[in-house]
């Protein structure tokens, strides 16, 4: 039976931050994630994790500055000491929440730079990125985001992905399936799934079009869960979506598999 996590910045945002850690194992939930906990100290989130008994499964390396468009600062070449500087913090709060995989944004694409040298940066950027995290045992996770929702976000298709990882050759590189984007940007969900099992570490979901949860959209999401038990994945499926609702009215997909 897969393992759900509830995403903490999308779900349960009828209270604050802090408080959606109990409203989330209220309601059955036994793992978390979240884009950013930099807002916090890590110590008031470590609490809250150990108070509700959840395990932090990813959150995000630091983006740049998020309020003036960046979203995330891998491929560009002009920002690598910035990346390269936020890799620390990332680490510092992983190991202060027991969180054992960092989502690495690629980022926009940089005005005025070829692709080739976005590329380059990339790949180094992660290279140096896996090799930070491997000395603590933990995972790089890279993922692919619709060109609906982030305009001109460098990162898009699945094989595009799975490319740049064979050619990073980083050891602890992962990808991070997002259901909902790849849905949007090329279908054929349970084949590239199952092809590339083994290199997928983390899974998100929501429904679409509205980006809301299982069940309101297009996507067929019950047979996808037993699909991914019939083929053995492993890992945990995070809830990225926005409640339609409340969020505690809108879990009724989720109960069969608490």
Known sequence: ????????????NEVGFLERFG????????GVEFLFPYEFPAAQIREQLDKHKLKMVLFNMPPGDWAAGDRGLACDPAKVAAFQDNMGKAVEYASALGCGMIHCMAGLKPRGVNEEKMRETYIANLQFAGQELAKHNMKLLIEAINTRDI???????SRQAFDIMHYASVPNL??????YHMQIMEGDLAPTVEKNLARIGHMQLADTPGRHEPGTGEINYPFLFQFFDKIGYQGWIGCEYRPAGNT?????WLKPYL
């Open 151 to 157: 305009p001109g976000f460098y990162l898009n298709f």
């Open 174 to 179: 992962l990808f991070q399936y997002d259901i």
């Open 248 to 252: 505690e009215a809108g879990l009724g």
């Open 23 to 30: 409203a989330a194992a209220k309601v059955g939930f036994r």
């Open 1 to 12: 039976m897969p393992k759900f996590n509830a995403n903490l910045s999308m779900m349960f």
